[in-house]
């Protein structure tokens, strides 16, 4: 089975740009979950999707927003970006509230 | 709030020794997981512990949780240079709703030294 894939792997952006990140999870899964991961205040919960509806959101300024599609994709979109949005952004997907897997990341660089 | 801490953060050891990592948190979950990250890498799950009491091992990594002092450890034993990793734990802020919201302690930068 293949595992949660993310894409891209690598963005530099420039400050007030907007971004868009796509996470695939596993087959089957239907919840997908994003975090922010920054030296300074390490993993953060972003939100969390489950058959196309936002199930929980984190503490993040509204610029974070996400989606998921009817075959569990999921996308996150930052905007207007600031330099402290330079992180590496997780995607998790379960299928049971007992285990997440993540994929491998997108490390996002804000200039 | 809830936090969740996890001591020490920085732990240098040497090979074939034992230690434990500590992790507290001040929620009522009963989901506590461990996972591994290695340097420009993804998180690996190691444990899941779902009751109070649930001890689980692998190789030489061995996790407990007490659900009523709110307390897991994380046992190494022997250690090895290949176990040189960040080790979180983290706990279900939503237990008995959602399975996505995790809140994760610091981390704790292990560096197993020959």
């Known amino acids: 089975k293949a595992g949660v894939t993310q894409t891209p792997r690598y963005l530099i952006k420039t400050r007030g740009q907007q971004v868009t990140l796509s996470c695939s999870p596993i087959?089957?899964?239907?919840?997908v979950s994003w975090y922010q991961q920054t030296p300074g205040q390490g993993l953060q919960f972003l939100f969390e999707y489950f058959s196309e509806t936002q199930r929980n959101k984190g503490n993040f300024p509204g610029r974070f927003s996400g989606r998921q599609f009817s075959n569990s994709r999921s996308e996150m979109n930052v905007s207007t970006l600031e330099l402290g949005d330079s992180a590496l952004y997780l995607c998790?997907?379960?299928?049971?509230?007992?285990?997440?897997?993540f994929g491998p990341g997108t490390r996002l660089t804000v200039t | 709030e809830l936090k969740v801490e996890q001591n020490p953060l920085f732990l240098s050891m040497q090979e074939g020794k034992n230690y434990t990592i500590y992790c507290n948190y001040s929620?009522?979950?009963?989901?506590l997981y461990w996972y591994r990250q290695d340097p420009g890498k993804s998180l690996e799950s190691l444990f899941v512990l779902l009751s109070n009491g649930a001890v689980k091992q692998e190789g030489r990594l061995m996790a407990s949780l007490d659900t009523k002092a709110r307390l897991s450890t994380l046992h190494i034993t022997a250690a090895v240079h290949d176990l040189s990793a960040t080790y979180f734990c983290a706990v279900d802020k939503d237990y008995g709703g959602s399975q996505g919201n995790l809140i994760f302690g610091k981390g704790t930068k292990l560096s197993v030294k020959p």
């Open positions: 929620t009522t979950s009963d989901r």
């Open positions: 998790a997907s379960s299928q049971s509230p007992f285990e997440q897997y």
């Open positions: 087959s089957g899964h239907r919840s």
